[in-house]
């Protein structure tokens, strides 16, 4: 009972008023680079809301309309923002500003109540009333963030605001029932709880939206940590699954490039035993011996870049983007398939627009990229025709855009829609990961790879786009 005598509910209220002052504003600079709506909303209706317990605090300095009718007021408007910008933390499934309208209108409702009938309860009944509604709301949308987002700070401001629900209920129920007289600022037991709940329901709450955001920045630093690591094992096995496929490719091509090498290496021979018959001739003639040895050389560079670029095709690097010349990516693969064009017959062109600009890639999962759609175009040659493939690298303003566009059998519409997807193939003996690896590469290059149909005549187009740099 000393306790009671000595607690002075006025000064409660404007020790209440402070702490609606001071806590908020430490949320705001605390969250100032989440540079979040929600926070400013909730800290305006700190603002609101301490100016009105201000004003309740000192009903016996301020005249009547103004300290207690205005004040109330803005403690419903303070709440009604703290219950918008909760609403807003939700992901605003719902809205919250039609709140502050009903706010505002039942604090003049209240205050008509009071002013022609100041001996009821009916108005503090309303006030409250309202509050608990709030509060109510507010309990639903702090537990619905904390239950979505897995968040211990949201369970923190939920349980906060139920006890706030709480303590106001039972108020509400004594002044209704006649235990207690309706008077906000009423001294005793019941003005005791209800300044405590409002002190430490903003102590709290704004703690706890602090914490709500500290744990968002935690998850999206795991969850940065997390799309990090997946990249990584994504980029290392599209590296395992490219090689493996390269092999593949190479071993498919491996008697074309037999015959291709062998055709510098019968030269070799050639040339070796025309030098030899020519060094037992006497007199020695060094011209001739000059041209032998000429064409030796010249045999055994055209085997060296054959080897050399079956090699670079073959090693097993891993990703490395640095400046890459499409135009040299379309030139390696065309020197890669060389035999098989000659020995095909397939007519081959290239062509480009606008100027040079390198890409940021990896050469030989590029060359891979366009190997494998040279190829399928190959392969998916009509019979009897002659096969002719037009390569065309555009650089435009945004993109660089590579072109492949054959005049083979094409792709129906349910054909195209497949096009791409991990073991679909339109080849009897074809294993459907070829244009599914090169997906992925493209993915890793930030391009895309789409298909559709020449503008004129059968065939396919197939477009490789990359950022520029």
Same mark, same amino acid.
């Given at each position: 009972?000393?306790? *009671?005598?000595?607690?002075? %509910? ?5 020790? $209440? ?16 680079r989440e540079k979040s709506r929600a926070v400013n909303v909730w800290t305006a209706g700190s603002l ?17 309309? %103004? ?18 910008? *909760? =609403? ?63 968040s211990l700070a949201g369970k923190w401001l939920a349980g906060m605001h139920v006890i706030a629900v ?13 235990? &207690? ?10 003005? %005791? ?28 630093? *795991? ?54 018959? $020519? ?49 040299a990516v379309v030139h390696s693969v065309r020197q890669i398939l060389g035999p098989v064009i000659a ?28 190997? =494998? ?17 037009? %390569?065309?690298?555009?650089?435009? =303003? ?49 391009? &895309? ?21």
């Amino acid at each position: 009972m000393l306790l *009671l005598d000595i607690y002075h %509910v006025q000064t409660a209220f404007l020790i $209440a008023a402070m702490v609606f002052t001071i806590m908020p504003m430490i949320t705001w600079f605390s969250l100032l680079r989440e540079k979040s709506r929600a926070v400013n909303v909730w800290t305006a209706g700190s603002l609101v809301t301490s100016v009105g317990l201000y004003l309740i605090g000192l009903r016996d300095q301020i005249p009547d309309p %103004v300290s207690y009718g205005v004040g109330v007021i803005f403690t419903l408007l303070g709440n009604a923002l703290h219950l918008q910008a *909760l =609403n807003m933390e939700d992901g605003a499934r719902h809205r919250g500003w039609p709140w502050l309208i009903a706010a505002l209108a039942i604090g003049c409702i209240k205050e008509w109540v009071r002013v022609e009938n100041p001996d009821t309860q009916a108005h503090f009944l309303l006030g409250y009333g309202c509050l608990i509604i709030i509060w109510s709301q507010s309990t639903y949308y702090a537990w619905h963030v904390s239950q979505t987002e897995q968040s211990l700070a949201g369970k923190w401001l939920a349980g906060m605001h139920v006890i706030a629900v709480l303590t106001f209920a039972w108020r509400f129920t004594r002044a209704w029932l006649g235990v &207690t007289h309706g008077n906000a600022i009423e001294q005793g037991f019941d003005g %005791v709880m209800v300044t405590l709940t409002v002190i430490f329901i903003s102590i709290i709450s704004n703690v706890a939206i602090i914490g709500l955001y500290l744990e968002r920045a935690q998850a999206r630093a *795991l969850q940065g940590e997390i799309d990090r690591e997946r990249h990584r094992i994504n980029a290392e096995l599209t590296n395992d699954i490219a090689a493996l496929d390269r092999q593949r490719s190479m071993g498919e091509l491996a008697a074309s490039l037999a015959h291709e090498l062998g055709q510098p290496i019968t030269g070799l021979l050639m040339d070796s035993g025309s030098m030899q018959h $020519a060094l037992r001739r006497s007199p020695l003639r060094p011209q001739e011996l000059h041209q032998i040895v000429l064409s030796m050389e010249e045999q055994a560079q055209r085997a060296s870049q054959i080897l050399k670029g079956i090699r670079g095709f073959m090693q097993p690097a891993t990703t490395q983007f640095v400046p890459v010349d499409l135009l040299a990516v379309v030139h390696s693969v065309r020197q890669i398939l060389g035999p098989v064009i000659a020995d095909k017959g397939i007519g081959i062109s290239v062509s480009s627009q606008g100027a040079t600009v390198p890409i940021l890639g990896d050469f030989v999962q590029l060359s891979q990229v366009l190997l =494998n759609l040279m190829r399928n175009s190959i392969q998916a040659r009509r019979p009897q025709e002659r096969l002719h493939l037009h %390569v065309q690298v555009d650089y435009a =303003n945004d993109v660089v855009r590579l072109t492949l566009e054959d005049n083979g059998q094409g792709l129906n519409d349910e054909q195209l829609a497949q096009f791409g997807e991990p073991f679909w193939t339109t080849k009897p003996d074809g294993l459907g990961i070829g244009v599914a690896i090169s997906h992925r590469i493209m993915a890793l290059h930030r391009g &895309t790879l789409t298909a559709n149909r020449p503008d004129v005549g059968p065939g396919l187009r197939v477009v490789l786009t990359f950022p520029r740099p």
